[in-house]
């Protein structure tokens, strides 16, 4: 199976922490001190003289990219559940391309 990277387009996102609540549910994380991934938020704040608040998920290494989904061509858990479609997992020999159609505003996660 190819390696995939998780590309999440922060500037969408909208801080519904369904991302969360879906990547528990998949891998059965339990305990309250233990995540997937996890919703940070950032603002609001002002630099050079604009407003910014950013919600921005945040893989921990307990994420694999729902492995077990992908091989079965399915979206990972947090991406098939993200209300806002800001995430998607992508064949890593494709991320600089990806991240350069989606423009600024976008991290990459590789497991």
Known sequence: MKKHALLID??????????EVACRQEKGIESQDEW???????GPERLA???YWN??????TLCDLCASRLEEGLKPACAHHCLAKCMEAVPLEDV???MAELGDGVTCFVP
């Not at 922060?10 to 991302?19: A, I, N, Q, V």
């Not at 997937?36 to 950032?42: D, P, R, S, V």
Request: net charge positive; hydrophobic share 30%.
């Open 10 to 19: 922060y500037k969408y996102c909208t801080g519904c922490h369904s991302c």
């Open 55 to 60: 919600y921005v998920p945040v893989p921990s």
């Open 96 to 98: 600089p391309a990806r």
């Open 36 to 42: 997937g991934i996890k919703l940070a938020e950032f």
């Open 49 to 51: 003289g604009k407003w």
